[in-house]
């Protein structure tokens, strides 16, 4: 394989990074969003964000982007092809995340909770500052396993005409006919973005260690 | 009770959000004045078929990109090509993302149920790609007792089979997710031989060192043509490529074009109204 | 008329599904003094100093923090009901709280752990809140603890930061839940001196807690309850001296030798 | 639109039966895909844990690649790469290759494992220190530990993870159609790709993706409810 091809896969892994990067950011705002509305006592609430989970972890990545892209303008949204793409990533890496957050949240010591109570915290102070930083780094690194998972999931937005990592790699298989060296390439492509991040990730459960009781 | 519920009412949700996808968009202009008002065609395909479309050194060519340009040129507009996974390609036809398919797909009786299709550009009649060197596959009747493979669902699939249960000694017959893995299959040594459309195999054989082509083709003769959307909107649209292409085949441009992806010219009828299969 | 009671608790009751634990309690805890609340293991005087913290509610009875009442008031009729949250959050504001497990943050600094409330609930801009915070920790002697993490200090420290915590917050009244009891008891010391100091100050604070010899050297009143129900109050000599109520007896012969208890 | 009794058109017959057993297929890879995946993973995060440091290196390492590949690749190369490097090396005739569906099953259940042991990493860091200390101190060997004390209390915490990471194993499955593994994607996109029917075929998917994701979910719910006594021991 000739490093012409290999640079084309590089090239094409700045919109995997890129795309999947923004996603997770705007995924963590939003999983923190429907995992209060999960944990939330109002009934109405809680329903809406159970049904969110449900429905963007419950089918396919590849069908959320098509309704996404194909549904949204007939009822007169058009999004292009990135919005889509960060759309339909973000939300089903937020179902996920969500999820992983509910867990760390049902962890975090009650009695925590109770002295942020006892310190007049209101509910939304004690969310933000004492739940959430400690749910979080409860759960580390399967936080870390997501973002992970979204960057080799992010494959799936050339389904709404973003080019990136893997569909480089499957035009370049498809037309050398040397699909195995080119999906080896890939593959150590993504390998080295995701030690990238699994190292941050790490990086952050030493931080986050120092501050445990 | 609840979760019941719950389940109940997602799945409703999900069926009517799903089958909203599939409802005629609802703007009923005609198709064609909105295309020559743009001057911009929007042609939608997948870049995983050589030497249809595909990508060298990371630009999109084949035969359709030449084919598309003169077609452009005959209408007055310019081509803007919308590349996607062949999944999302016809969902996108349907609901008005692209005017067009630059598929191709072999024309079909149950396809012509659903889409209309543009007049035939290539021959898809199917012949046999093989190992080269590989001495025990002289003629397509050699594979008898061997395994083979063809792309599942594809029309070169149901011919390859038909073809097998002739012979009198039956091999597996393997179906893969794309042809593609068949190659790989291939050259890995699973599988003796791919059944597919000459025009792709004769290519792959042209293009890798590692395969070959066994002549003659077998089964019956079908044709490539792009898929087109059947609504009436659209049919003004389809006439417009349809005259367009029947000029680019009588002056020569599609023997040209044919010639060098091919490597060879076909002579196609001007329009497939029942095919074959 | 008569000085209104730093804490006032008229007919408490609180129930975990079938099993009563409290089953009306009357008391008076009186200002600028330290209480004590002392009673074998069960016998429920966790549960009413959670009670008073309102981190329980009660299942019957009326609280009062300063002569207004927390949580649940009584109606024109006299009826119990349940007041606004707004006026939860202003009576309990008047109420500190040391736990027996700490409970410090453990993803702030001992700094941050004491100015968080300063920032968020009192509105204070970081720096006014850091040397506010640094002040209170002065006090408990831990200024130069301010950046270690509660995972980098004693047990002893991490209760000091607590109890700087809850000062911070300038509260008319502390509670303190078995505050040593989780503690080693060379660590013990420390916290009591703390305490100590704090009582000299004439803060209000109702201790609930095991080490008899604080309760009856600082105290100025004890009370002591068994089986959810308030059996002997009054000052330390009053309840340890003799004649006893053998059930303190008992207790004082579980928690301290049988000589140390003869020298009461 | 006659969408939804084109749909209902697919599932009777011969369509239905196919469809039906990739359905079969799918749920096998699956559940012993996942339970045999979550196994690996846990004697991994064990391992990594309790063993020597090389160990640890060694798993970590193979813990990284395998996190940090498609499983698209993986199993490509697992399918295609044996095949290929005994032709490099040989004839051929010498040579093990694996059938779809098993290098489907092992692919399957090394991804997954990889991924349950950052799982299980992530639960033995959240138990305090005490509560192993104690039961160390009453006799326990460090096995009655690990299933007695450490397991039950990390898995609160864990749960909800798990039931994520079993719910996106499901989804790779569908990814193993590339290798001709006749799941349920693979006979569903037969379909599509015959008749042109993808909407109906997304449909499908999508359907019964989501009731197969939604059971998961209710088992998870199930032994959450079940385990929520080991919750708030304290206190």
Same mark, same amino acid.
């Given at each position: 394989m000739s490093w012409e091809l290999f640079w084309l896969l590089v090239e094409a892994s700045g919109l995997t990074i890129l795309y999947s990067a923004v996603s997770i950011v705007v995924g963590f705002f939003v999983s923190a969003a429907v995992c209060a509305g999960v944990l939330s006592s109002n009934r109405p609430i809680s329903a809406a964000a159970r049904l969110f989970v449900s429905f963007f972890r419950g089918t396919p990545l590849l069908i959320q982007l098509l309704l996404i892209y194909y549904l949204l303008p007939q009822i007169g949204l058009n999004v292009p092809s990135a919005v889509a793409a960060v759309l339909g990533l973000s939300l089903c890496t937020a179902a996920y995340q969500a999820e992983i957050l509910r867990g760390g949240f049902q962890s975090v010591p009650r009695g925590l909770i109770e002295a942020a109570d006892m310190c007049g915290l209101s509910a939304f102070a004690t969310f933000r500052r004492i739940r959430l930083p400690i749910a979080v780094r409860l759960t580390l690194p399967a936080l870390t396993s997501e973002a992970i998972m979204i960057l080799k999931s992010s494959s799936l937005i050339s389904v709404v005409g973003v080019v990136e990592l893997t569909t480089m790699a499957k035009d370049l298989a498809s037309s050398t006919y040397q699909p195995l060296p080119i999906f080896a390439a890939a593959g150590f492509v993504y390998l080295v973005i995701n030690l990238v991040v699994a190292g941050f990730g790490q990086l952050a459960e030493r931080a986050a260690r120092r501050g445990h009781a | 009770m609840n979760r019941r519920a719950l389940i109940n009412w997602s799945l409703a949700l999900a069926t009517g959000v799903v089958l909203g *996808? +599939?409802?005629?968009? /609802?703007a009923s202009a005609d198709v064609l004045e909105t295309v020559k008002k743009a001057g911009v065609l929007k042609v939608g395909t997948e *870049?995983? @078929? /050589? =030497?249809f479309d595909f990508i060298d050194k990371g630009k999109h060519v084949g035969l359709n990109v030449d084919l598309f340009e003169e077609i452009g040129k005959e209408m007055g507009v310019k081509i803007e090509w919308v590349t996607l996974p062949w999944d999302g390609v016809l969902p996108g036809l349907e609901t008005g993302k @692209?005017?067009?398919? +630059?598929? =191709?797909a072999t024309i079909t009786k149950k396809r012509l149920e659903r889409y209309k299709f543009s007049p035939p550009i290539a021959e898809a009649t199917v012949a046999i790609l093989k190992k080269k060197g590989d001495a025990s596959i002289m003629k397509p009747e050699d594979i008898a007792g061997k395994p083979t493979g063809a792309g599942k669902a594809t029309a070169q699939l149901a011919q390859l089979q038909e073809f097998v249960k002739k012979l009198p000694k039956q091999g597996e017959v393997k179906e893969y997710v794309g042809f593609n893995e068949a190659y790989a299959d291939l050259a890995a040594g699973r599988i003796a031989g791919v059944a597919n459309s000459l025009p792709n195999i004769a290519f792959v054989a042209q293009t890798s060192p590692v395969f070959e082509v066994v002549q003659p083709t077998f089964g019956v003769k079908t044709y490539f043509g792009f898929p087109e959307n059947a609504a009436p909107e659209y049919a003004s649209l389809n006439d417009a490529v349809a005259a367009a292409m029947a000029k680019i085949k009588a002056d020569g441009r599609m023997g040209k074009i044919q010639k060098k992806w091919f490597g060879v010219e076909f002579d196609t009828p001007a329009e497939v109204k029942d095919p074959a299969i | 008329m008569s000085i209104v009671s730093a804490i006032r608790v008229s007919g408490v009751v609180k129930r975990f599904g079938s099993t009563a634990v409290l089953t009306g309690i009357d008391l008076d805890v009186p200002r600028g003094a330290v209480t004590c609340l002392l009673g074998p293991s069960g016998s429920g005087k966790s549960t009413l100093l959670r009670c008073i913290a309102f981190l329980e509610e009660a299942t019957d009875g009326i609280i009062e923090i300063d002569g207004e009442p927390l949580g649940f008031g009584l109606d024109p009729d006299g009826v119990r009901m349940r007041l606004p949250d707004a006026s939860l959050r202003k009576v309990r504001s008047k109420i500190g709280m040391v736990f027996q497990q700490f409970n410090l943050w453990p993803h702030m600094t001992a700094l941050g752990n004491v100015a968080e409330a300063l920032v968020t609930v009192r509105g204070l801009g970081r720096v006014e809140a850091s040397e506010k915070a640094m002040a209170q920790l002065e006090k408990v002697g831990l200024a130069q603890r301010a950046t270690h993490y509660p995972s980098e200090l004693s047990g002893g420290q991490q209760q000091r930061v607590a109890i700087a915590r809850a000062l911070a917050l300038e509260p008319k009244i502390m509670l303190f839940d078995e505050p040593t009891s989780s503690l080693d008891p060379e660590l013990t010391g420390e916290v009591l001196n703390v305490m100590r100091s704090l009582a000299e100050t004439g803060m209000t604070m109702l201790v609930v807690t095991h080490e008899i010899g604080f309760a009856a050297s600082v105290a100025s009143k004890i009370v002591f309850l068994d089986h959810g129900k308030l059996l002997v109050e009054g000052a330390p000599a009053e309840v340890f001296g003799k004649p006893r109520h053998p059930r303190i007896d008992q207790f004082l012969d579980t928690y301290l030798d049988r000589g140390a208890a003869g020298l009461l | 639109m006659n969408a939804l009794s084109s749909i209902f058109g697919y599932l009777h017959g011969d369509d239905g039966w196919n469809i039906l057993s990739g359905l079969a297929n799918t749920i096998i890879l699956w559940l012993v895909g996942s339970v045999l995946g979550a196994a690996l993973g846990f004697f991994i995060a064990v391992a990594r844990r309790y063993g020597p440091k090389p160990v640890d290196w060694l798993l970590k390492a193979h813990v990284e690649v395998i996190r940090g590949t498609p499983f698209l690749v993986q199993a490509y190369l697992l399918y295609f790469g044996g095949p290929y490097l005994c032709l490099a090396l040989g004839d051929g005739s010498v040579c093990l290759t694996l059938e779809p569906f098993h290098a489907g099953l092992l692919g399957l259940t090394v991804y997954g494992s990889a991924y349950y042991s950052e799982l299980f990493r992530a639960g033995f860091e959240a138990i305090p220190r005490g509560h192993i200390e104690a039961a160390t101190t009453v006799g326990f060997t460090r096995w009655q530990t690990l299933r007695r004390i450490i397991l039950p209390e990390m898995t609160m915490l864990v749960l909800p993870s798990m039931v994520n990471m079993t719910i996106l194993l499901l989804k790779e499955t569908a990814v193993l159609s590339i290798i001709s593994v006749k799941e349920l994607k693979f006979q569903v996109d037969i379909i599509g790709n015959r008749d042109y029917a993808f909407v109906e075929s997304f449909t499908i998917l999508a359907l019964v993706y989501w009731a197969l994701v939604e059971i998961c979910g209710a088992v998870g719910r199930a032994a959450e409810a079940r385990l929520s006594r080991y919750r708030f021991a304290h206190s």
């Open positions: - | *996808t +599939a409802l005629p968009s /609802a *870049t995983e @078929f /050589a =030497p @692209f005017d067009i398919v +630059a598929g =191709p | - | -």
